[in-house]
């Protein structure tokens, strides 16, 4: 028998045990309970429940409206150590509150809307937003301990109708021990960031930012540039993260490296996916529904009614699926469904937790009820914007608008306001409903303050929010306000009113947008003199302010009536998001889309009909209208606003099935594109201007300086550039060609209703050009390779990139679909690639997509076939693995003669993200070029050669801007 004092340490710890148990099974720390998302708790809950308190809150307005991508349609609590948290795109932030009173405890507000649960791990509560960052705040006071902004960059565009990042986190956060797990991005194409992090102190453990350029298998059998696109709750299946697609299918990574284990959109077509997934218990008997895994895995859990959307000719369902998963919950002792309902809670169940001896539940009108065993009077909260919205009912009056506006405002839209104006003049603002109000605060007192004031008085962020200046660090989209106002420049953080105006006019939208700068008659006058030459401008003088309009169209851009040409100059590769949305939707097969002084002008037509007997060509709808360059939609007055003409189709006319231009004689399976003739970058020869096109009965449009179709997914082709085949990853655009240059930008508009494939992004956007030192890869295409005059070698790239004087650089080894097959050596085999995306890029010269990526290792690499002649030779070097000089030394030598020695990058970088290019000019050389690698201490690197022929253009190198990243906060 153990001593006394060992038997009562062991009861002790046995009871310990238990209360930890019991605390655990208390608790709800995170979506659906747990990292598997299964939704099984141990908790019980008492035999009969009576509503405490109720929490009144405004329904949550989804990011998309497609029920295939509702992961954020209501609120999601969590709940631990007798506190609940939730979180709301409609105030954006996390709330917590008393769970035994209903009382609030704190807020915390983001710069973005928070669409996801927050997770709940020991002390913290951790949560992401669409602002691009991950914060840790106390559980208890709500005070942040850490932040992580996930993407070294600030850029914002207008993502489904609110200013955010470019890479928002809706991948889901996700705890599993001490690790977190989330995603950040939307688009493949601007780069997507998988990442673990230390729980505690928000330390990087991996990150996989290689994942959204992925060539290989579209629906249909295509082949395109695809890649992950996170949008819903991440789950741990396993040893693996699973990392939901929006309405494709999730992909499958391993959580303790990050490598990606699969992802691949379905190869045939009408099979849709979801938001939606849970990992179930670990499989029986070996079997599993993952391919590829081990008998212990657990099998993954889709919901046949998410994955499930309606073809033309009926529904479609998505394979394995079961219906119901996502909407009931197992407790220890009784399932609970929502369609069943909870009695003592009206309206229909959007979600319920069990946790802290209670049940939580949350309509989709957006009130949070707590039920627990003693029968009692419930407390109601209402919040502030509830009480606004019913206050408000049935009042439709406006303040007058001032005079200085113009009539350009009442068609709506952004206003973007530099520090806050006059109380009078915002309060006059928020009287016109149709106006969507963003203040900049660079003091951050001031920020919290107005946060708090205008919430209590009932305001959502979506129509005034609040963020922090200054505004030489803010990085607005253009084009995307109708007014901005601005008064002293010391509230935007500024030192002049002339800095002011430059920062901001890129922001106003053509066609009438006004920016506003309160002045003096004296500033008025310089302002006036130093900026009367700016481009579309018209200044005047309207009471107390300065007034710059932005008239008439962008000088080079066009309008689009029709008629398969639109000469568009402003649209050149590389084009990166401006704004996505889904408000304005139009059948796959519609006609198309018309584009009018910054007014895009769409008919779809009635396609539901098909099971009831109605077959194509369906009618003509009514006219749908919206910014070309917000996608706000607009209704005919507000369209009239912006522009006198509105050209519409006769709806009574009898519409073909299909709309082609007249050369594309076969309506369904067009031939490969060939348009006209280009110079060949490799060899200067003349040949067909050819390249890839994969899958897409629209066979392509010539608008003069683009080519635009459908490949798999929407792409196009710059004839300028010669750019190969970009891919636009992640919609698909219409059978009718949707793809318009028109209006300065490269617009996408919806064009998929009707279909239920596997595109993982079911929403319009418009793109804008972007520097060329922008990330965007192509499909370049088999091409000859004799007698090569210049090409680049891009080590370790994920495609081919066409640079705007006529280097070719070439993804090596190709990985990237396909491309010019050089005669290539690369010695030993066992060369090692590797991979960062550009945005990561600290500074130096050259191209930042070309020196993020290389090889290591590398002894030899000859490359033939070329021309005898005189050329310039550029080698590009990073060091991905060390910061400090040393670690890595090594020697270049040309066709056996010295060219480098002793390099040692870090020691003249003093950075793993700053690149170094060494240029050598007058090099002579025969049909080969030989390089030879010697080092003496570590392994050689290398991660761009470019060869340029004398007399060709050469690219400037580029000196890239030194930015030190910080991406850690306490």
């Known amino acids: 028998m153990l001593p006394l004092r060992l038997r009562i340490l062991a009861l002790f710890l046995f009871v310990l045990t238990l209360a930890m148990n019991s ?67 409609q105030t954006d932030s996390v709330t917590a509150i008393d769970v035994a009173t209903g009382k609030e405890l704190w807020r915390f507000t983001t710069d973005g809307p928070v669409r996801l649960a927050p997770v709940a791990w020991q002390d913290l509560v951790i949560f992401g937003s669409d602002d691009g960052c991950v914060y840790a705040v106390a559980a208890e006071t709500g005070a942040l301990r850490w932040k992580y902004r996930a993407v070294p960059s600030q850029r914002l565009i207008l993502g489904n109708r609110r200013l955010i990042s470019v890479w928002p986190v809706r991948g889901g956060p996700v705890v599993e021990e001490d690790t977190l797990y989330f995603a950040a991005g939307v688009w493949p194409f601007e780069g997507v960031f998988i990442y673990a992090l230390n729980a505690e102190t928000g330390a990087v453990k991996w990150v996989n930012d290689r994942l959204g350029y992925i060539y290989g298998q579209h629906p249909h059998a295509a082949e395109a540039f695809g890649g992950i696109t996170p949008q819903g709750y991440l789950v741990i299946a396993g040893e693996e993260l699973i990392v939901p697609c929006g309405t494709a299918f999730p992909a499958r ?183 969507q109000l963003i203040s900049l605060i660079n003091d951050p007192g001031q920020l919290t303050q107005l946060r708090t004031l205008f919430h209590e008085r009932g305001y959502a962020s979506s129509q005034l929010a609040f963020l922090p200046g200054p505004l030489n660090k803010f990085s607005s989209p253009a084009y995307f306000a109708q007014t901005i106002i601005t008064a002293e420049p010391v509230f935007a953080g500024m030192k002049s009113y002339a800095e002011q105006v430059r920062l901001l006019y890129p922001s106003l939208r053509p066609y009438g947008g006004r920016l506003l700068v309160k002045t003096s008659d004296s500033d008025h006058s310089r302002l006036a ?236 956007l418009s793109l804008i050009s972007l520097p060329e030192t922008h990330e965007q890869w192509m499909v370049w295409g088999k091409g000859q390779v004799q007698d090569i005059q210049r090409v680049g070698l891009n080590f370790g790239a994920p495609g081919d990139r066409m640079t705007d004087k006529g280097t ?74 060390f910061a400090t000089a040393g670690k890595r030394v090594f020697s270049v030598q040309l066709n056996g003669q010295p060219l480098i020695q002793n390099l040692d990058i870090a020691g003249e970088t003093g950075s793993r993200q700053r690149i170094l290019v060494r240029e050598f000019k007058d090099v002579s050389l025969a049909e080969s070029a030989r390089l030879d690698f010697t080092t003496q201490t570590g392994t050689a690197l290398i991660c761009g050669v470019e060869l340029v022929r004398q007399g060709l253009p050469l690219d400037e190198i580029v000196t890239l801007p030194e930015q030190k990243q910080e991406l850690l906060t306490k």
């Open 23 to 89: 605390a655990s099974a208390a608790d709800w720390p995170m979506w659906r309970h747990d990292p598997q998302r299964s939704a099984e708790t141990e908790q019980s809950l008492p035999e009969s429940l009576f509503v405490q308190w109720v929490h009144k809150l405004p329904a949550l307005d989804p990011a998309f409206n497609n029920e295939r991508l509702q992961f954020d349609a209501g609120y999601e609590p969590i709940v631990k150590d007798q506190r609940l948290f939730y979180g709301s795109s």
């Open 253 to 435: 990574i391993n959580k303790q490296t990050g490598k990606l284990i699969e992802f691949e959109l379905p190869k045939p077509g009408r099979t849709p996916g979801g938001w939606f997934a849970a990992a179930g218990k670990a499989a029986r008997r070996g079997e599993t529904k993952l391919p590829q895994t081990t008998a212990a895995q657990p099998e993954l859990q889709f919901d046949r009614d998410v994955n499930s959307a309606r073809h033309e000719n009926g529904q479609n369902y998505g394979p394995d699926g079961k219906r119901g998963i996502r909407q009931q919950i197992q407790t220890a002792d009784r399932k609970l469904t929502y369609k069943n309902g909870i009695p003592g809670v009206p309206g229909v169940i959007h979600s319920l937790v069990a946790a802290a001896d209670r049940l939580f539940v949350v309509t989709e009108a957006g009130s949070i009820y707590c039920l627990g065993p003693e029968e009692t009077t419930p407390v109601t909260y209402e919040s502030p914007l509830l009480a606004k919205q019913t206050k408000s009912t049935g009042q439709t009056s406006q303040a007058p608008l001032p005079a200085m506006f113009g009539d350009a405002l009442q068609a709506g839209g952004y206003v973007f306001l530099a520090g806050v104006p006059d109380a009078e003049l915002l309060n006059t603002l928020l009287t016109r409903h149709d106006l």
């Open 529 to 764: 003199a130093e900026f009367k030459s700016l481009s579309q401008v018209k200044i005047s003088r309207v009471g107390d302010y300065s007034v710059f309009e932005k008239v008439g169209p962008i000088p080079g851009s066009s309008n689009y009536t029709g008629g398969w040409s639109s000469p568009d100059e402003l649209v050149k590769a590389p084009v990166g998001v401006l704004w996505y949305d889904d408000s304005v939707g139009n059948f796959k097969r519609a006609p198309q889309p018309l584009f009018v002084d910054g007014v895009m002008i769409s008919h779809s037509k009635f396609w539901q009909g098909y099971p009831a007997g109605i077959r194509p060509p369906y009618k003509l709808l009514n006219p749908q209208f919206s910014d070309v360059y917000t996608g706000r939609k607009l209704n005919a007055t507000q369209a009239e606003v912006l522009t006198t003409e509105l050209p519409t189709l006769n709806q009574e006319e009898k519409q073909p099935n299909q709309y082609r231009p007249p050369y594309q004689t076969n309506a369904w399976s067009p031939p490969p594109p060939v348009i006209g003739e280009r110079t060949n970058p490799l060899n200067g020869k003349t040949e067909p201007r050819a390249f890839p096109k994969s899958y897409g009965c629209d066979g392509g449009v010539d608008y003069s300086y683009v080519y635009t179709m459908r490949s798999g997914t929407a792409a196009f082709y710059d004839k300028r550039v010669e750019s190969g085949t970009i891919h636009i990853s992640g919609p698909r655009s219409g059978c009718t060609n949707s793809i318009v240059p028109a209006n300065g930008l490269l617009n996408v508009p919806y064009y998929f209703q009707g279909c239920t494939c596997s595109y993982p992004l079911p929403v319009g």
């Open 808 to 881: 070719l650089w070439l993804d090596t080894p190709s990985v990237g679909g396909p491309s010019p097959e050089l005669k290539l050596e690369i010695q030993p085999a066992s060369v090692k690639p590797f991979y960062e995306h550009s945005l990561w890029i600290e500074g130096g010269q050259g191209w930042p997509w070309v020196g993020a990526s290389g090889i290591t290792g590398v002894e030899q690499i000859t490359l033939n076939d070329l021309e005898p002649g005189e050329y310039t030779l550029r080698l590009y070097f990073r060091d991905p693995d």
